[in-house]
């Protein structure tokens, strides 16, 4: 009850227990009782290497292209505000068209390809088994490393004209050569290595699935219901809410997609632009043709496209997605 | 109400630690004094592009250049030419360029034009420049470079390959058709995986030469548009359409791949380029059993090959050092110190200076590509303007371009359309 550090004797205790109310509901006028505010100054104290590092190097840089995106700056030679003509530009700018489209094209194969290869390994590695943490190890280490230099080259090697892909495939009557030089399938390239990389996903589905209550299972399987019934009718529900957070999740993060994409493609996105992502894109405006601005507005561009799509998810995750003890209807 | 007596002092304790680690921060920040000596050296850094072998030989000169002045310490770093270019870019926003640097002709503009580089003249010396040289590192007739080496176009070629399968040696002012002929006639001659020659179409330096040889030019005189028609570019990619389509050229599928040239491959059979490549392809070349020769490049006009005498690169001192003079010192020893230049050799190019042509070490490849200069003199003409800033992005949309025309994915005349449309607002952008 008391918030009071007191460390004296209970009777005075309970004579200090008046004034603390009365302390309280001045408090609620004042806000912040003064030892509260101490501390809160402590905490902020040893917030502030964050705090500085945010404002520094994440707000305000936001900001400033936030600003730059309504005007013409050129990295060398500096702007004028333009107002919205970035904005209106970008729909008349072939260029635009075509990396919304591969970026959309890679979001719909990768994020259901990705969650559904999570999702099964999860199933198969929440079973009991011996060494099973190995293979928990085993397959979250993908994705330590997908993200590197390293891991790109490695890909352009694995998916290069006469390298393994390529003969691995000819033996089924292929004929289309390395994905690297295809532009009808080079994205399937960064596709694959995104699936390749499910631990994160995986692991959110491992805590989900083992918080299905055994209890349900056990009940349905009395009532006969078979594996595959009760993975509809039970995991399926239970799991929603991980489900939605995993798609959620996935979607942001694909839209976002640049690393590989830039080593494999490069800033040209090649083959004949079958790997222009926005974001390479974005990189390629600014640092090659130096139109900070016109960049910028394809960013803020972007930020606005996964703002609207989130909230698009939230909206149909109200009706798709069930939490277990909200269902008082 | 009881404090606890604690709280107070141990937030005077963080604001004083928090103080003593400013105090301490800004002591580490402080300046050394005055440098300059053996013990406290002044520090210049100076950066290229190109590859190991080049940085050995840059590192033993730079290394060279501290012993005999003691009192300057060089830090060097390098990078392959895009990745080099994509690096000053962003530096040169932040206005974080190294003191020296090397310079690339189709840049010059970008930077000079910012004020970003340091007027040499009265700085360097430029009193031992062979002739013809200065003139294409002024900017605005203000003196912001110097070329390091010259170079010119040429067809390096397989002339092994070309003897053994009966095509003559090209001649000065033979026909872009002559060489597609060639082509077409060494191709199959070579088997399967070897290619007669590469895809010419997709560098625009070998379109300015082609606009060139018919007495235009790629920027008009103000280095602020271009010069030529979609309809002359359209043209332009269209030139390897036949030779494309009927496999007589590597295929993008194949170049696309490639981390190195299709003559060090040793799949090539020639290719148009910058001669001073050809001393750097020869040890690999002939290592695989093969001789490599230098000719001038095909020419729609006999008498107009449309070759000018390059700076191959140039060396820039940034506008924003602190040490003008040692670094002034630096360029002045890389380009005239006769040890530097032996150990530099023409890796660079031909040296651009007297002293630089005295002095360094001349193996065959590099007579081959004096004795091509000497015999193509009298076909050079005065070099274009600096290129606009914006050059370097136009370049890569240029082959950008090209590569939807090598997959089909666009005609040759729609891609030429976008060209303009993208050239357009990319020079509009730095109006």
């Known amino acids: ?329 | 109400m009881i404090r606890d007596p604690y709280r107070l002092r141990r937030r005077t304790l963080l604001t004083g630690a928090a103080a003593a680690a400013t105090v301490a921060a800004a002591a580490a920040c402080s300046d050394d004094g005055p440098a300059g000596t053996a013990d406290d050296p002044i520090e210049i850094s100076f950066e290229w592009w190109g590859d190991e072998n080049r940085a050995g030989i840059t590192t033993d000169a730079v290394n060279l250049f501290m012993e005999k002045n003691k009192g300057i310490k060089v830090q060097t770093n390098f990078a392959d030419f895009p990745t080099y270019w994509e690096g000053m870019t962003g530096r040169m926003a932040s206005r974080d360029l190294p003191d020296v640097f090397q310079m690339d002709y189709s840049r010059l503009r970008q930077f000079g034009s910012g004020g970003l580089l340091l007027p040499l003249e009265g700085v360097v010396d430029t009193s031992d420049f062979r002739e013809g040289f200065l003139d294409t590192a002024k900017l605005n007739d203000q003196l912001i470079a110097v070329p390091i080496a010259g170079n010119t176009l040429g067809l390096i070629y397989r002339a092994d390959w070309f003897e053994a399968h009966g095509v003559a040696a090209p001649m000065p002012g033979y026909s872009w058709d002559q060489y597609g002929a060639d082509i077409t006639t060494l191709t199959p001659a070579l088997g399967e995986g070897k290619w007669g020659g590469g895809d010419w179409s997709g560098q625009y330096h070998f379109m300015e030469l082609w606009l060139r040889q018919q007495g235009g030019s790629f920027y008009n005189e103000d280095g602020n548009a271009l010069n030529f028609e979609p309809a002359q570019l359209a043209e332009w990619w269209t030139t390897t359409a036949d030779l494309y389509a009927a496999g007589m050229v590597p295929p993008v599928e194949t170049t696309i791949e490639w981390v190195e040239g299709g003559l060090v491959q040793d799949v090539l059979g020639s290719e148009i380029g910058w001669d001073n490549f050809m001393p750097g392809y020869t040890p690999t070349v002939e290592a695989n059993g093969g001789t490599l020769a230098l000719a001038a490049p095909p020419s729609l006009d006999a008498a107009n090959l449309g070759l000018y005498l390059k700076p191959s690169m140039q060396l820039v001192i940034s506008g924003a050092t602190e040490q003008a003079e040692a670094s002034a010192k630096l360029v002045d020893f890389l380009l005239g110190d006769p040890e530097a230049i032996k150990i530099l050799g023409t890796n660079r190019g031909v040296p651009a200076t007297n002293k630089g042509l005295e002095n360094v070490e001349i193996d065959p490849a590099t007579q081959a590509v004096l004795d091509y200069e000497a015999s193509v003199e009298q076909y050079l003409t005065t070099p274009p303007p600096a290129p606009p800033a914006a050059t370097g992005a136009i370049e890569v949309k240029f082959g950008e371009l090209y590569q939807q025309v090598q997959y089909g994915e666009m005609t040759a005349q729609e891609a030429a359309d976008l060209f303009f449309t993208e050239a357009d607002t990319l020079l509009a952008a730095e109006q």
């Open chain 1, 1 to 329: 009850m008391s918030a009071s550090p007191s460390t004296t004797a209970p009777p005075a205790a309970s004579e200090a227990g008046a004034p603390t109310a009365n302390e309280r509901r001045g408090a609620a006028k004042r806000r912040t009782p003064p030892a509260r505010r101490g501390e809160r100054l402590v905490g902020y104290t040893f917030m502030t290497p964050w705090i500085v590092g945010s404002l520094v190097f994440t707000v305000g840089p936001m900001l400033w292209s936030l600003y730059l995106s309504f005007t013409d700056y050129h990295l060398i030679l500096g702007g004028d505000f333009i107002g919205l003509e970035n904005y209106t530009a970008m729909f008349n700018d072939p260029m635009f068209a075509r990396a919304v489209k591969v970026t959309l094209l890679y979001v719909l194969l990768a994020v259901p390809l990705k969650l559904v290869a999570s999702l099964v390994v999860a199933m198969l590695l929440t079973q009991s088994r011996r060494g099973i943490g190995f293979y928990r190890a085993a397959f979250y280490m993908p994705s330590l490393i997908a993200m590197s230099v390293g891991i790109a080259i490695v890909w352009k090697a694995l998916f290069a004209g006469g390298g393994p892909q390529d003969q691995f495939m000819s033996w089924f009557g292929w004929d289309g050569g390395g994905f690297i030089g295809n532009p009808d399938v080079s994205i399937l390239m960064l596709v694959l290595l995104s699936v390749w990389t499910f631990g994160a996903p995986m692991v959110i589905f491992m805590a989900g699935l083992l918080q299905v209550p055994g209890e349900l299972h056990e009940a349905a399987e009395v009532d006969g219901a078979g594996k595959w019934h009760r993975f509809i009718h039970i995991t399926i529900p239970m799991l929603s809410p991980v489900i939605f957070f995993n798609v959620l999740m996935e979607t942001v993060h694909a839209f976002q997609l640049f690393g590989p994409a830039f080593i494999i493609g490069g800033t040209a996105g090649g083959p004949a632009w079958s790997t222009l992502f926005y974001t390479v894109r974005i990189y390629a405006l600014a640092f090659v043709d130096l139109r900070m601005g016109y960049a910028s507005a394809w960013a803020w561009m972007l930020v606005l496209a996964v703002g609207v799509v989130t909230l698009i998810m939230f909206r149909a995750a109200k009706n798709l997605v069930y939490y277990a003890g909200e269902d008082n209807k």
